[in-house]
């Protein structure tokens, strides 16, 4: 199983980006699917989650500004990021919850944004 994360980048206070994850392998289901970030120095943070019927949840400090959503034809997710801020730049994980025999929990790569000032 491999989640391949795309759409990161440089971009100017009050941008937009858009982050992409495509589960790619050979697996039964996939449920939730989720964002996470990891600044330098700092602890890994949820940023958005969704599950397989659509809900989902945000960080209270990207509420308004960023929207995950969910394509489960192509077992790929979307965070469209707007009105982007410098304590947004990170390393952006996606994270995927996988059944292949029994559930677990991948993770793919990460993509960086940059948000400067």
């Known amino acids: 199983v491999q989640l391949q994360a795309s759409g990161g980048g440089l971009v100017q206070s009050g941008g937009s980006l858009r982050l992409s994850c495509a589960a790619s392998g050979s697996f039964f289901n996939i449920n939730n699917m989720a964002w996470y970030r990891q600044a330098p120095g700092k602890h890994r943070e949820l940023v958005a989650r969704?599950?397989?019927?659509?809900?989902?949840i945000y960080k209270d400090s990207v509420k308004g500004r960023f929207t995950l959503s969910r394509d489960n034809a192509n077992n790929t997710i979307y965070l469209q990021m707007n009105s982007l801020k410098p304590e947004d730049t990170a390393l952006y994980l996606c994270?995927?919850?996988?059944?292949?025999?029994?559930?677990?929990?991948?993770w793919g790569q990460g993509t960086l944004v940059t948000v400067s000032s």
């Open positions: 969704i599950t397989t019927t659509g809900l989902t």
């Open positions: 994270n995927a919850e996988i059944v292949i025999i029994s559930l677990g929990s991948y």
